[in-house]
Each structure stands twice: as structure tokens, then as C-alpha cells.
């Protein structure tokens, strides 16, 4: 009886819920490819074509510790020969310059092949991912329109009249106000004048370069020039003049100004002392080119400018020079 009940217990924990559960499960799981292949062929057909995008780049992570070591480089020198074995015992940092340097290069390769990568990723997927954005994005105007569509029309007639009034009045105060910024409704008043034209009874042209008159040199205009008393003065003497040169000169003096003649015809004196010391500052062979008649003219216009109370001279031009050597 003992060896008949055993197979009875065998037969019983087989036939049990439990183990019929566990075989039902595992008998699911081997043959669920299959299952879906015969049940839906367009979806078992769509995960098989899910996988990696492209081929696995591997991608450098700036934290992880590389394999060679500086000992790796000691050894390497240690193992040369020629040139670079007794420049490695002359110079004992070159292993670890030349290992520092070795690493710099692997990092900026491996820096490299990840933007690389980065950049590839991105070439791919940035359509794709701008096409889903846009497709959402048209997919929630859509939406929104027909939900307000939907309130719109679930309205009553006055409620809808009342909507409609206020986009017209809205519409037209926008309208109005773009008119009135610029100024079609309200004429704007020129604060400044721009120009004499609009206020003149004619206008004309000219040739900036041919119909200038210049107001000072015009025979129109005031000529306030003085003709100073003649000077007799030393100069000093150069290489190629004898030892005591000298210079008899008359000048011109112009002023925009009738105030500044007065002033130079009532301080005279002063001023033909001041010319007098001026021309006694130069050599001959200064007053005896056109160059230096020019840097005497210039000098002595300086020098009177600094003295006068009323205005300021012109121009100061030679009449008459007579230099002996």
C-alpha cells in the first residue's frame, strides 16, 4: 500500500492548481513570439525592427583612469636605446613629460571622438525629434480650437453676440490705435524747423565746390587791415651771412574785426617792439627763403594774439623784405 500511494502523491502534487499554473506560465513565455506572430504579424513585425540606431560608439568618459601608467613610460625609456636612452638619464623629468604629454594627446583624441559622436546623434535625431515637436504642437492647437469651438457653440444666442461684439470692438480699437501712432487721424505739428525751405519764397541750388565765397577773402565783405610802420631789425648771423646781418621789413595786419585794428594802431609801439624782438629770434638764412618769410608770419601772429584785449588777428603778411647778409 506504501508503494501505491507514493505515485498517488505524485500524481496529486502534478495535477495540483499550483503546478499547473507555473507550467501554464512557462509555456507562455517560450512560445510568446510565436503566439504573437500568429495573432498580430504587423506588431511582432514592428519589434523586431526595434534595436540600436547605429553602430555602438564607444564614448571617452573624462573620469575614467587609463591603463598606461607613468610606469609603463619609466620602462620605455629605460628599454631605449641610442638618443633617447642617454637623454633619459641626462634628463630624468623627460619620462614624465613625455607621459604628461602622451595623456593630454589620448584625452583630446577620445574629447574628440565624443563630441564626434555627440554631434552624429544629434545630426540624426534632431529631425525626427523636431517633426514630434511640431506634430504636438499642432495636435494642442487643434485641440484647443475645437474645445473652444465646442464652448462656443454650446452658447446661447445672446451669449454669442455678446463674444462676437467684443472681438469686432477689440479688432477696431487696434485698428484705431495703429492709425492714431501714425498720425493719420491727427495731423502732427513740427516742433522744429528742418528746414528754411517750406518757410522761404524760393529756394536754390549751388556747387558746393564752384558758388562758395568765402566771407573773409570776398570783395564784398570788410577789409580790416592795418599796414604797420616800417622796421629795421639785427639778425642773427648764420654760415652764410657776414657778422651782423640785417632785415628791413613792412607788414600787413588783418582782423576779422575793426576793434582789433584800433587796438594795434593805439598800442603801436608796443606792438612794433614786439615784431622787432620777434624778427631778431631768426638767422638769415631763415628770413632768406620763403619758407622762413612764412614761419616769421605765422610767429608774429602768435605773438599778437597773446597780447590782445579786443579780438584776434587774421593773418599777418609781408609787404616789403629787404635782408642784407
Not at 5 to 28: F, H, M, Q, R
Not at 210 to 225: G, I
Not at 277 to 294: H, P, Q
Request: charged share 30%; net charge negative; hydrophobic share 40%.
Amino acid at each position: 500500500m506504501a508503494e501505491k500511494d507514493i505515485p498517488t502523491k505524485v500524481e496529486d502534487n502534478e495535477n495540483s492548481p499550483e503546478a499547473a499554473a507555473e507550467g501554464e506560465e512557462l509555456l507562455s513565455l517560450e512560445s510568446l513570439d510565436s503566439i504573437l506572430a500568429e495573432e498580430d504579424p504587423e506588431f511582432a513585425n514592428s519589434l523586431n525592427e526595434i534595436g540600436p540606431d547605429g553602430e555602438a560608439v564607444e564614448i571617452y568618459d573624462e573620469g575614467s583612469e587609463l591603463k598606461y601608467a607613468l610606469e609603463d613610460e619609466l620602462k620605455i625609456w629605460q628599454e631605449a636605446k641610442g638618443l633617447k636612452r642617454i637623454a633619459g638619464r641626462i634628463l630624468p623629468f623627460l619620462p614624465k613629460v613625455s607621459y604628461q604629454l602622451k595623456m593630454k594627446r589620448t584625452h583630446l583624441r577620445l574629447t574628440w571622438i565624443k563630441w564626434k559622436a555627440e554631434f552624429r546623434n544629434f545630426q540624426q535625431n534632431a529631425v525626427p525629434i523636431t517633426i514630434s515637436a511640431l506634430k504636438g504642437l499642432i495636435k494642442s492647437v487643434k485641440s484647443n480650437l475645437f474645445s473652444l469651438v465646442s464652448s462656443f457653440q454650446s452658447f446661447s444666442w445672446p451669449k454669442k453676440l455678446a463674444v462676437l461684439g467684443l472681438l469686432a470692438v477689440t479688432g477696431l480699437s487696434g485698428v484705431f490705435l495703429l492709425k492714431l501712432s501714425r498720425g493719420e487721424f491727427f495731423p502732427r505739428e513740427e516742433l522744429f524747423v528742418r528746414s528754411m525751405g517750406s518757410w522761404a519764397t524760393a529756394t536754390y541750388q549751388y556747387d558746393p565746390k564752384k558758388d562758395l565765397d568765402y566771407f573773409y577773402d570776398s570783395t564784398r565783405a570788410a577789409q580790416n587791415v592795418v599796414l604797420m610802420k616800417k622796421m629795421i631789425a639785427n639778425l642773427r648771423p648764420s654760415e652764410t651771412s657776414g657778422p651782423n646781418p640785417m632785415g628791413a621789413f613792412e607788414f600787413y595786419v588783418e582782423s576779422a574785426a575793426s576793434e582789433v585794428v584800433i587796438e594795434i594802431k593805439d598800442r603801436s609801439p608796443e606792438m612794433e617792439d614786439l615784431f622787432l624782438r620777434t624778427i631778431e629770434d631768426m638767422n638769415f638764412d631763415e628770413l632768406s627763403s620763403g619758407a622762413g618769410k612764412r614761419l616769421l608770419c605765422e610767429r608774429l601772429q602768435r605773438e599778437v594774439n597773446k597780447v590782445l584785449t579786443r579780438g584776434k588777428v587774421r593773418r599777418v603778411f609781408i609787404k616789403t623784405a629787404i635782408i642784407k647778409p
